[in-house]
């Protein structure tokens, strides 16, 4: 969270995940800066908090960031990440990496309950990564379950 702050200051903290990538434990931080835009960083458990991605949350499919360089459709880019990990879409968000390109990310939940992030380039189609999410803990819950 100190390596989040260092590189975003001034934001809000919303949420931590802990997810698995590969047998890897990885950490999503996800902030608010005070413009309102939601960015979230990524960290391996065991790399010393360093960051070694960053992505911005966009509000849709047609935000000219995530558009930029073209995109294939948000229900082709559903049907890739379903036919590989089939089961619900609990989901759908719309991300930039920095920098770079832009990505689809299906949460979906499997018939055991199994929670997957799959994430969709937006352009080539091709699946950038699938990662389970073990827990996630929200602030804004926590403030309000400690009051």
Known sequence: MIAAYKIKEKTNFLKIEQLIYKKTIIYEIEVQDPQGKIWEMACRAEGGGTIFQITQELA????????????????????????????????TEYEKRVPGYSLYEFNIVNEFGLDTRVKVNATSGEIEEAVIEEWEIHWKAYEKAVD
């Open 60 to 91: 849709s499919s047609s935000d000219p960031q995530f558009t930029e360089g073209g995109v294939i459709s948000e229900e082709d880019a559903r049907a890739k990440a379903l036919d590989k990990f089939p089961g619900n879409v609990s989901e």
